[in-house]
């Protein structure tokens, strides 16, 4: 597996407060990594670590093998930070070629119109930023993010300031990049964005890793059976998993797999109950984030 991101016991303290500890990670190359966790949990901080805007005070990193905070390192990542300000007097395009020059190229105007159609702004080159909406200079942000097409591209709440439209159209835009080779660290509290994006998923809490791995791994092979069936017991379903009687009447059973799913069925018709209802669900992301946020231990999927 090839590594674009690589962390071992990465710390980061602010006097005797805890930033981050022992941050240990594995983003491999070409996924779409999802980093959440709630408000101070750390996040933001690792995040400043990874692009260099902070020195570590333990561990270390790499990014595609060179260490974090080098010029090598700089070179081959993007960062849109979540609080972006930007000059509001010139036009986009201008705008887009100065940044680039502040990152080292020097971009033409191919380069810079190619830029500004991939984030959806092309119509708008000309117009000064003052007229831009908060998506529309969100998206603004992003394309200065990827004119040098970096190989690595940190987004810290990439699509806080959007509408659905917007963020349906960075997340299509993700997945183009993704088909490209492009490695995305994506640092997000909005777990459906997070769910639909990632293949691979690390959880912080207290600054400190509690789960990672791929979303496969980590939301597990467990399928949650909703029914509703009539005369049953509780009981009768205990050797499928843990039942639990909900208010309304129906019954909540926990299956190791969905094998088990039509089994589950059938005991029910044997045990002579007319069955109303049954829906399975796997778990969700929001389960596993509520899950691991709120209770104490680690989880580790690989990672």
């Not at 990827?146 to 993700?174: C, K, N, Q």
């Not at 094998?259 to 969700?284: F, M, N």
Request: proline content about 7%.
């Amino acid at each position: 597996m090839s590594i674009a991101v690589e962390t071992h016991g990465l710390t980061k303290f602010y006097g005797r407060a805890r930033g981050c500890q022992n941050i240990s990670l594995t983003v491999p190359a070409g996924s779409i990594f999802g980093f959440l966790g709630p408000n101070g949990a750390g996040k933001s901080t690792l995040v400043k670590l990874l692009t260099g805007l902070l020195e570590p005070t333990a561990g270390s990193g790499t990014i595609f093998g060179h260490p974090i905070g080098s010029r090598q390192a700089k070179a081959l990542l993007g960062f849109l930070p979540e609080h972006y300000r930007m000059p509001e007097w010139p036009k986009a395009i201008d705008l887009l070629g100065h940044y680039g020059r502040l990152a080292g190229v020097e971009p033409n105007r191919e380069r810079l119109m190619a830029v500004l159609e991939q984030v959806g702004l092309l119509e708008v080159a000309k117009r000064p930023v003052s007229t831009f909406s908060n998506g529309m200079r969100q998206r603004l942000a992003l394309g200065a993010a990827l004119l040098h097409r970096p190989r690595l591209l940190i987004l810290d709440e990439p699509t806080a300031a959007l509408d659905p439209l917007g963020r349906r159209f960075v997340r299509t835009l993700l997945r183009d990049l993704q088909a490209e080779g492009v490695t995305i660290f994506l640092n997000s509290h909005l777990l459906a964005e997070l769910e639909q994006l990632c293949d691979h998923l690390a959880v912080i809490r207290s600054g400190q890793i509690v789960a990672s791995g791929s979303m496969a791994e980590l939301a597990g092979r467990e399928v949650e059976v909703t029914l509703r069936a009539e005369p049953l017991a509780p009981e009768r379903l205990a050797a499928f998993g843990p039942v639990t009687a909900l208010p309304d009447g129906r019954l909540r059973v926990l299956l190791p797999d969905e094998t088990r799913v039509p089994d589950l069925a059938a005991a029910i018709i044997q045990a002579g109950a007319r069955l109303h209802e049954l829906v399975p669900r796997h778990r969700s992301l929001e389960d596993l984030f509520v899950d691991l946020v709120t209770a104490p231990g680690e989880v580790s999927a690989g990672g």
